[in-house]
């Protein structure tokens, strides 16, 4: 059931974009998106609902496409403050409420 | 401050032995999950609770039990450890929302646990 994050890790100089992509072999109902930074416990930066909706969070955005059962996280011109592990959450409906992370994405920003 | 709290950031156990791993949280949220993170897996659900007295297995529960028997504690149950239980745990609380089946998750510190 977890979902599969692409690319498994990213190296980025100061002012570069990354894509990051998490896919479901299931039906989406929502996805959640988390940071976690070396040491720390995982943070929330944002949910999107079914719909197809787009949301932003700073310079970092989202997408979820239903059909294709997917969602990507934008980073714009990242920081060094954006660096650490990112996790995509799956809400995927139906009887339970569980909350099912992907397998990570691992980003590095260099000066 | 929201908080989530795990009783123990490291933990070093014998094989075979029981474990307990507590979890206490203060913002009265229904859902509560235990993750186990490792390289490379990400982060993997052992059980869900959504109410008192109420759990669902995750992907991975072999091994594993739990316990909720008040809204703001969830615990954690290793039965008999084994070495292949080494990971780092993490616990996490969220309620549902009006739209999502979970709104914001907010996560403890993890706790360390190596089995010898």
């Known amino acids: 059931q977890q979902p599969v994050q692409s690319p498994q890790a990213v190296i980025l100089r100061e002012g570069e974009d990354a894509v990051i992509n998490c896919s479901s072999s299931k039906a989406l109902y929502s996805v959640h998106w988390y940071r976690q930074k070396h040491g720390e416990a995982p943070v929330f930066l944002m949910i999107?609902?079914?719909?197809?909706e787009q949301k932003g969070h700073e310079k970092i955005s989202a997408s979820f496409n239903e059909k294709k059962q997917q969602s990507s996280l934008y980073l714009t011109a990242s920081q060094l403050s954006y660096s650490g592990t990112y996790f995509c959450g799956t809400e995927y409906g139906g009887a339970t409420n569980k909350l099912i992370f992907g397998t990570g994405t691992l980003l590095a920003v260099q000066p | 401050d929201v908080k989530v709290t795990q009783s123990s950031r490291y933990l070093v156990k014998r094989t075979g032995e029981k474990v307990f791993l507590e979890c206490v949280q203060d913002?009265?949220?229904?859902?509560m999950f235990w993750y186990r993170q490792d390289p490379g897996l990400g982060l993997r659900l052992i059980y869900f609770s959504y109410d008192v007295k109420m759990k669902e297995k995750g992907d991975i529960p072999e091994g594993y039990s739990v316990s909720r028997e008040k809204k703001e504690r969830f615990s954690l149950i290793l039965e008999s450890a084994s070495t292949n239980q080494t990971s780092m745990y993490l616990c996490?609380?969220?309620?549902?929302?009006?739209?999502?089946?979970?709104?914001?998750?907010?996560f403890g510190q993890g706790t360390r646990l190596t089995v010898v």
């Open positions: 999107l609902l079914k719909g197809g």
């Open positions: 996490a609380s969220s309620s549902p929302g009006q739209r999502s089946l979970n709104t914001e998750a907010f």
């Open positions: 913002m009265d949220h229904e859902n």
